[in-house]
């Protein structure tokens, strides 16, 4: 039902519009991280991070191809 994105099974997951969203979560949808960079940092070959609407206010640097 999510169109294109239905192909996709994301692994990470980031909201920080989510009241719980934080760095120290699991990275579940339910308990999202905090922030793109911290994802971006733990995210390993061929993970797909899922960055829920809101306005995120950091510089993503990517250190892993």
Do not use: M, W
């Amino acid at each position: 039902t999510g169109g294109r994105l239905d192909a996709f099974r994301f692994s990470l997951y980031v909201d920080n519009t989510n009241s719980k969203g934080s760095d120290e979560n699991p990275d579940t949808e339910e308990l999202p991280l905090q922030t793109i960079q911290h994802a971006a940092n733990i995210a390993g070959p061929g993970d797909v991070i899922c960055v829920k609407n809101g306005s995120y206010r950091e510089r993503v640097i990517v250190k892993k191809g």
